[in-house]
């Protein structure tokens, strides 16, 4: 059988057909049928995509898709289809709208110590109980309230992490599925899946205190760190087989004088645990050269002013609340790197958005908007924005692109406001009306994306502003913020906080 000729080749190389020669219409179809995220990256790759990718044929159908029910008015087509798109999308996350799902869901009458909203699942703790409730099945009227039982004594932490990270890990089906990690002043720390503990960790000398905020580690090999009243860190493998979790404890690191309260796993290098204790001293592990028991693996430390509040990690750098102030800490040289808040007289709760640099500052009576890059040319950082209103201590503090909420144990009401400007947006009542009000405050809050759960003596109110209708007009109560800026869309924020 004879080669083609190079002339033939060349012939056929000539006459193939690349996506840059389909016309803009073809383009518009072809990225109709892609989700947002595919959307937003064909947008960004060159001009001719970004027009198709802009089209208003694509964003008719992402609307359709996501508000069959909703018809563009005027004032949104006004804007375009895709930014009537964006500015509906916003204004849900940010809970512009009075008319959101509401479910109430009844517990024991006791505080709320955490909860969380995974998917259609609300889980909280009380004390030592963990419970369970799969939403759209209580709504169909099933019972569908679980309880986890194997803590006895107060849950101290709750984390959820994927499943894939995990040794329990199966099939595809499972990828975006997690796992629930809790632990107790029981000295133990459980991992649950289907309802059932599918390990149980045990090794600290007293309460486990602290979980890391995310799992590390390379590879199948990932590890989760805990700390403890005993002033240990403990490293513990999530792929060690056994129901009771043998051979699960890798490393116990020492260091620590006092009771660990924070962890926080290093943006810039997946090694690097980061950790800090009741006495405000702060330790950097680089756990890949860490032994069974080992102390040598602390590369970094350092120490902050007043009480630890909270900490986050982002890249290179380390955002600590404590006392009355956030500083940022470079993890590679230890070095403050700026002030990025002072809130007198005491911190009572702290969130970040890294993306925006925008940092939020729980105090008495109101939490406090920074932008970290303004502080960082000057000798005293000032609030962009005050978000006033509240009774007492601001402890319950939740931010994300989009909208910063916020509460506390003595206000019936959590508040909601934006992101990039600091106005109040809305207001949400903790509190059942359909039941007496035995204690006014919110012990406990959950945030994720268009739905809210909060927790008080009345039971659960779990609210989903994803098929809201009817906007809030204005929002006035006399506690509008000091504000700089206008607002902005954005089709590629992210929605992990």
């Not at 109709?32 to 060159?46: E, F, K, M, P, W």
């Not at 709504?139 to 990270?165: C, K, Y």
């Not at 911190?347 to 303004?374: E, H, N, Q």
């Not at 000032?382 to 402890?395: F, N, Q, R, Y």
């Amino acid at each position: 059988m004879t080669d083609p000729s190079p002339s033939t080749t060349q012939s056929s190389s000539s006459s193939s057909t690349t996506i840059a020669d389909l016309d803009e219409d073809s383009l518009a179809h072809c990225a109709s049928y892609l989700n947002l995220q595919d959307i937003t990256n064909i947008a960004v790759t060159c001009k001719s995509l970004k027009r198709a990718a802009y089209s208003d044929s694509v964003w008719q159908r992402l609307f359709r898709d996501h508000w069959p029910q909703e018809v563009l008015s005027g004032s949104l087509q006004a804007l375009g289809v895709r930014e009537a798109y964006l500015a509906r999308r916003t204004a849900l996350h940010q809970f512009k709208f009075i008319d959101p799902f509401v479910a109430d869901f009844y517990s024991a009458a006791k505080p709320f110590d955490h909860i969380l909203l995974d998917k259609n699942d609300i889980i909280f703790s009380q004390s030592s109980m963990i419970q369970r409730i799969q939403i759209d099945s209580s709504l169909s009227g099933n019972d569908s309230m679980v309880i986890l039982s194997g803590h006895n004594a107060r849950i101290t932490s709750m984390r959820l992490f994927p499943l894939d990270e995990t040794s329990l890990f199966r099939s595809e089906a499972q990828r975006r599925k997690n796992v629930l990690v809790t632990s107790s002043s029981d000295h133990s720390i459980r991992l649950w899946w289907k309802d059932s503990c599918q390990r149980c960790f045990k090794g600290h000398n007293g309460p486990v205190s602290a979980l890391s905020d995310k799992l590390f580690g390379d590879g199948s090999g990932k590890l989760l760190a805990s700390g403890g009243e005993d002033g240990t860190v403990r490293l513990w493998s999530l792929s060690s087989s056994g129901k009771r979790g043998q051979h699960a404890l890798k490393a116990t690191l020492y260091g620590h004088e006092k009771p660990v309260k924070l962890m926080s796993v290093a943006g810039h290098s997946t090694s690097l645990l980061v950790t800090m204790s009741r006495d405000s001293k702060v330790r950097v592990w680089d756990t890949s050269t860490s032994s069974a028991v080992c102390s040598s693996c602390c590369v970094g430390m350092t120490s902050v002013t007043g009480a630890p509040v909270d900490m986050r990690c982002h890249e290179s750098l380390l955002y600590v609340a404590a006392g009355s102030s956030v500083i940022a800490i470079d993890l590679r040289t230890m070095k403050k790197v700026i002030t990025a808040a002072i809130h007198q007289p005491k911190l009572y709760s702290f969130a970040i958005v890294p993306s925006k640099s925008l940092i939020c500052t729980g105090g008495v009576g109101k939490a406090m908007l920074w932008d970290a890059r303004r502080s960082q040319d000057a000798l005293k950082p000032e609030p962009m924005a005050e978000l006033d209103g509240h009774t007492g201590s601001v402890t319950l503090l939740q931010m994300d692109p989009y909208k910063i909420v916020t509460g506390g144990p003595e206000d019936s009401s959590v508040s909601i406001w934006e992101t990039d400007t600091g106005r109040q947006t809305n207001s949400l009542i903790c509190n059942s009306p359909e039941v007496e009000n035995t204690s006014s405050g919110c012990s406990a809050m959950a945030v994720n994306g268009c739905r809210i759960v909060t927790g008080s003596y009345s039971g659960l109110l779990f609210r989903d502003f994803t098929n809201a209708t009817r906007p809030v007009l204005k929002y006035e109560d006399g506690n509008d913020s000091k504000f700089w800026g206008t607002q902005s869309y954005s089709d590629t924020d992210d929605e992990e906080y």
